[in-house]
């Protein structure tokens, strides 16, 4: 497959963004789609840091942002270094814990560099540039805040929105009440001093948005439109951006790139052509080829393993990914000996770990109760005289066989196998 496409011609982008399923609302599209297709247009998302890493979810946004750099428009990707101490109401049920400003700070700086890998802010024409409304809101004080902006709200207005209207029955503070008004401020903001004319995200933000619209319409005028893209679900239900272990993040250190892999490889089939479209830049021709093959080789999962490859190799890099997929390979071949320590500590770290203190060696059947890969002897015995165990890929059929240096990885890992998914991982101290 081609890596990630060129430039998309402007008269075709919102086509393309309408085919990809990434447009969910828009305010005066046919306005909207005749300035994007004759002048450059500056667009913003806004991307509150509310932890130290960005995850999988913030991804469509991010490269939305992306597709209209590569249209030849210019992105402001905001950090919200002031709104992320307020909390975002949007899509919450209850009050978001308060951070300290600290903290608040070395989040927007970690956010800052992780956008800095997907947009180009170096374009000779269109360089994208990094903004954090901390800027402009920190030295707001509350009665300029109250007399130049808070008066363009009224509260019904307010309350109309469904990011506070689905709040009122469980409560919320007048501190994320107002959250509305400074996204809007930001929009207004963005507008005075960069010219942006066009703001999206996801369509939790709407509300926010025409907020900002309506403020910039109050306080000076001039064209501004609102895009959403769709809230990203799984056709089966469960929460899109989780695993077993947690939240997918976009920082390695918190994610590996094997484990982001595996996430993508292992998406559903009723899934992977839409996240293809969503997440890739792979052509329409390239997409429904991948669509086709899937439909009649389903146990294939090459549209799968192309999903997977194309978001690893965006977020992480190509050498990120090569690892990734030998990681990949080497575990479904069995055959883990050719992998690297950093390699083999990466592919195990979520499973089952058990340190071995001041034994150098162990017979199989203690190995299997001590790493809990056998709730007993006895079935720790019917499990290896039936075949079902493997060190380090090798079959073993020797209950009385002692585990010792020479079986060891890199001097002392093994990775016990119980059957053909469950692994066990052991260190030698």
Not at 228 to 243: A, E, I, Q, R
Not at 286 to 293: K, T
Not at 310 to 317: A, D, M
Not at 348 to 369: A, H, K, S, Y
């Amino acid at each position: 497959m081609t890596k990630e496409k060129a430039v998309v011609n402007q008269d075709d982008l919102l086509a393309d963004l309408e085919y990809r399923g990434l447009v969910q609302q828009f305010t005066n599209r046919e306005e909207l789609h005749k300035k994007l297709a004759s002048e450059r247009v500056v667009l913003y998302c806004g991307f509150d840091p509310t932890a130290d890493s960005l995850h999988i979810g913030s991804l469509l946004p991010i490269l939305c942002l992306r597709r209209f750099q590569q249209a030849g428009h210019i992105p402001l990707a905001l950090v919200g270094g002031g709104t992320g101490l307020i909390g975002d109401p949007s899509g919450r049920s209850s009050e978001r814990s308060l951070n300290t400003s600290d903290t608040v700070a070395q989040w927007t700086e970690s956010l800052k560099r992780q956008l800095s890998r997907f947009l180009n802010f170096d374009a000779a024409d269109n360089a994208a540039k990094l903004v954090s409304n901390y800027d402009w809101i920190a030295p707001l004080d509350v009665i300029t805040f109250l007399r130049d902006v808070g008066k363009n709200f009224t509260v019904n207005y307010m309350l109309a929105k469904d990011s506070v209207d689905s709040r009122l029955s469980s409560g919320i503070s007048f501190t994320e009440f107002s959250y509305m008004i400074l996204q809007a401020y930001d929009f207004h903001k963005l507008h005075q001093e960069h010219g942006c004319a066009l703001q999206i995200g996801g369509s939790d933000q709407w509300g926010n948005i025409t907020a900002g619209l309506d403020l910039i319409g109050k306080m000076g005028g001039g064209d501004a439109y609102g895009m959403t893209m769709p809230l990203v679900t799984k056709s089966d239900g469960k929460k899109f951006g989780k695993s077993e272990s947690g939240a997918i993040w976009l920082d390695r250190s918190k994610t590996s790139a094997y484990q982001f892999y595996q996430f993508w490889i292992n998406t559903e089939d009723n899934d992977t052509i839409k996240f293809l479209k969503y997440f890739t830049f792979l052509s329409r021709s390239e997409i429904e080829a991948l669509e086709q093959e899937l439909e009649a080789h389903p146990e294939k999962r090459v549209a799968q393993r192309e999903l997977a490859r194309e978001i690893t190799r965006l977020v992480h890099g190509q050498e990120a990914l090569d690892s990734a997929e030998k990681i990949t390979q080497a575990f479904f071949s069995g055959d883990v000996n050719q992998l690297s320590e950093a390699e083999l500590i990466e592919a195990l770290q979520d499973m089952p770990t058990t340190v071995i203190n001041g034994r150098d060696e162990l017979t199989l059947m203690d190995l299997l109760i001590e790493s809990g890969a056998a709730p007993s002897r006895r079935q720790a015995k019917q499990d290896i005289t039936s075949g079902s165990i493997s060190i380090n890929g090798a079959k073993q059929t020797d209950a009385e066989a002692v585990i010792g240096t020479g079986d060891k990885l890199h001097s002392k890992y093994v990775v016990l196998r119980r059957g053909k998914k469950n692994y066990f991982f052991v260190r030698f101290e």
